[in-house]
């Protein structure tokens, strides 16, 4: 191989490189894993993108106002692994948000677990899980599916 050609090599690596890590930010430089948030509230929308996806939800305050929250989630891919899918959430559905807050004070939260308490207008038993990051078993995740957990 010339030189040219390893130097063009390099400098394409470089370059994927640097996109790479630009497309991509730490969860804990943006939200604080010292103020953990609890919210419940009506679900919105949900965007499935990348490199995070988003959920919207409407949470009534203790004045009865209503305030617009996101919750960001890992990507698609991640959500799908977990056993959560576009269907399980409708708008209308009442859900409970697990995270932490963002440091900057928007009415932002890194999602930690959301769990689905009422569906048609329906209060569920018991919340369905739809997605719990760092938990052995999150419900709904068949056997063998995610690494290291049987």
Do not use: Y
């Not at 928007?106 to 018991?126: C, H, M, P, Y």
Request: positive net charge.
């Amino acid at each position: 191989m010339s030189r040219k050609s390893t130097a063009l090599l390099f400098c394409i690596a470089m370059l994927f490189t640097a996109m790479s890590a630009t497309a991509h930010h730490s969860v804990w430089a943006e939200f604080d894993n010292k103020q953990p948030v609890e919210l419940s509230g009506r679900f919105i929308e949900m965007e499935w993108i990348n490199p995070h996806s988003w959920i919207q939800m409407e949470v009534r305050m203790e004045d009865g106002s209503t305030v617009i929250w996101s919750a960001e989630t890992p990507p698609p891919n991640q959500l799908i692994r977990q056993g959560w899918r576009r269907s399980d959430l409708q708008a209308g559905d009442e859900i409970l948000v697990r995270g932490f807050a963002a440091r900057n004070g928007k009415k932002r939260v890194w999602a930690q677990k959301v769990s689905i308490i009422a569906q048609n207008g329906k209060k569920l038993d018991a919340p369905r899980t739809v997605m719990a990051l760092f938990e052995p078993k999150p419900e709904g995740v068949p056997e063998g599916l995610l690494p290291g957990k049987n």
